[in-house]
Antibody, heavy 119, light 109 residues
Framework: QVQLQESGPGLVKPSQTLSLTCTVS??????????WSWIRQSPVKGLEWIGY???????YYKPSLRSRATISVDTSKNQFSLKLTSVTAADTAVYYC???????????WGQGALVTVSS | QSVLTQPPSVSGTPGQSVTISCSGS????????VCWYQQVPGTAPKLLIY???QRPSGVPDRFSGSKSGTSAALAISGLRSEDETDYFC???????????FGEGTKLTV
């Protein structure tokens, strides 16, 4: 049974960096069979893909977030992480990590982590 | 504002069939596979359809997907009360260089 679990602070101050980690169980990121993604959802923007990472560390980002987002992988811990810098209230959302293939196909999702940007 | 257009809501009665549409363009639906997700509020989206019309294991055959030109559709037959929730289409967009999601359709049964 594949499971993903997000973890990290639920409250971040404006202009600071949002940091989240996704721990994967039931599958190995190192298998190289899938891409590992961050996706967020807010009432204003809906579902928004942030980026992918492959086990090699190769990353792909939504162009409008590329300057602020960094996704990294720790295969020894079977985890991947998201950092989003210079956050504003517009970054307030539920952040999901997900496993998928190249494209819009995400077959396993974490339960989601609400991150609020507020002073 | 998404590049994919879905109706905000659709409704049907138990046992009936409904169709949810997703309209896009040549840079997304017109040239790439479509997926559909079901999301119960407060939970993560669940993959219902991939590659336009394929169902993952465990998804009932009451759910079916189709694509024609720059539009796609999710059909649900034999409506049940538990189908009452939100549905999203998703597709790769060549112009935006990434997957995009529709704004979602709320199904009322």
């Amino acid at each position: 049974q594949v499971q993903l679990q997000e973890s990290g602070p639920g409250l971040v101050k404006p202009s600071q960096t949002l940091s989240l980690t996704c721990t994967v169980s039931g599958d190995s990121i190192s298998s190289g069979d899938f891409y590992w993604s961050w996706i967020r959802q807010s009432p204003v923007k809906g579902l928004e893909w942030i980026g992918y990472i492959f086990f090699t560390g190769r990353t792909y980002y939504k162009p409008s977030l590329r300057s602020r987002a960094t996704i990294s992988v720790d295969t020894s811990k079977n985890q991947f992480s998201l950092k989003l810098t210079s956050v504003t209230a517009a970054d307030t959302a539920v952040y999901y990590c997900a496993r998928g293939n190249w494209g819009p196909h995400f077959d396993y999702w974490g339960q989601g982590a609400l991150v609020t940007v507020s002073s | 504002q998404s590049v994919l257009t879905q109706p905000p809501s659709v409704s049907g009665t138990p046992g009936q069939s409904v169709t949810i549409s997703c309209s896009g363009s040549n840079s997304n639906i017109g040239s790439n596979y479509v997926c559909w997700y079901q999301q119960v509020p407060g939970t993560a989206p669940k993959l219902l359809i991939y590659r336009n019309n394929q169902r993952p294991s465990g998804v009932p055959d009451r759910f079916s997907g189709s694509k024609s030109g720059t539009s796609a559709a999710l059909a649900i037959s034999g409506l049940r009360s538990e189908d009452e929730t939100d549905y999203f289409c998703a597709v790769w967009d060549d112009s935006l260089s990434g997957p995009v999601f529709g704004e979602g359709t709320k199904l009322t049964v």
